[in-house]
């Protein structure tokens, strides 16, 4: 990548979304243990997002600043999260809320899934994600 496409770029540290320190001090092997050890909902979602198949780019357990988010559509700005049950945690649900509202003061949109939805009500959940997409997409390319 040249210097000017990285002045133009839409992501703050050129195609990456994190920088190199954190990436190397713990976010790559955490984000490589997290693909590795997917819960069932994750990996439903996963096939479901891969390949292009929603007709936009996902990846998973990708580092955003110095988070590992579950799901991302970068070109939209878009991130998917599937929640376990620790997530009905008070502590939990208010460190999730911390994320979310510096992921969003990033760009991003984060929508959030319990694991329930994921594995029950697939149909829905993809429907959601399509409909998000779809506009954000328009916003950010149209």
Known sequence: M?????K???YPFGMYTTDAKRWVKGLKEHARANRKNSTPAEKRLWQELRAQKMGAPFRRQHAIQQFIVDFVCLPAW???EVDGSI??????AEYDGGRTHDLQEAGFLVLR???EAVLH???QVLQAITEHLKLLLLAYQG
């Open 87 to 92: 997530h009905d945690d008070l502590s939990q």
């Open 8 to 10: 133009h770029s839409p």
């Open 2 to 6: 040249n210097q000017d496409s990285e």
């Open 113 to 115: 899934f319990t694991n």
């Open 78 to 80: 878009l991130i998917i």
């Open 121 to 123: 009500s697939t149909p």
